[in-house]
């Protein structure tokens, strides 16, 4: 099978699968752009309530397929870049389920995920001084948002790669589960996503994620939503609320 990006979307949450076992689901050039338009299409399907990234077997992503930097590596680096601020604007909870290696360009797409799990022994890394590249200026203060400076000069300064333990120390990984456990906990945690208020959820994202000129859109929102009523009877009814408002359709 060619080098490509699996997709499937079942009660209600849309899997994407990195499939490049050869080179350990590395991303190629043609992976990169078909990313965006993926995502969009997604993010339009009413039926999708949220999304979870993984790759094939036993690797995350290894980063950017290395033979696509010979040509342009300024042309690579902005394919990954726009690959990677689709999967941030994303409207809907993301969910990067790693294992194995999750390196480079891997890591660039899981630190765009809103939330990461991670299995024991995966192994995470930024490489590009190894390769005597600039990381991107928005990647570097997405990571930063995450980790912080001292660790994120510590990843980019060496390109040493660290545990799954020490991503869950430093906030890179919000979950480590044991071995055969993170197909289970993701499954079950997109469950949860999918039954709380898609209105909470698409605030959040947008207030967490810096955004501050659209406090008043959201007051809107929640007043016209019905969710807020829906979700105080439910609790007070004792039976799962039945939210309604959901992300509009891109235009």
Known sequence: MEPQLLHSVADSVATVVIHHPAKRNAMTAAMWRALPPLLDTL?????????????????????????????????????????????????????AAIRGHCVGGGSQLAAACDLRFAEEGSLFGVTPAKLGIVYPASSTRRLTSLVGPATTKYLLFSGELIDAERALRTGLVDEVLPEGELGKRAVEFSRILVSRSQLTQAAAKEFADGRTDRDGHWTEQARGSGDTAEGVAAFLERRQPRFTWSVPGRG
């Open 43 to 95: 993010a339009a399907d009413p039926t999708v309530r949220a999304l979870v990234l993984t790759g094939e077997g036993g690797t995350f992503c290894a980063g950017a397929d290395i033979s696509t930097l010979q040509g342009s590596p300024q042309e690579a680096q902005g394919l990954a870049v726009a690959a990677e601020e689709a999967l941030a604007a994303f409207p809907k909870p993301t969910l």
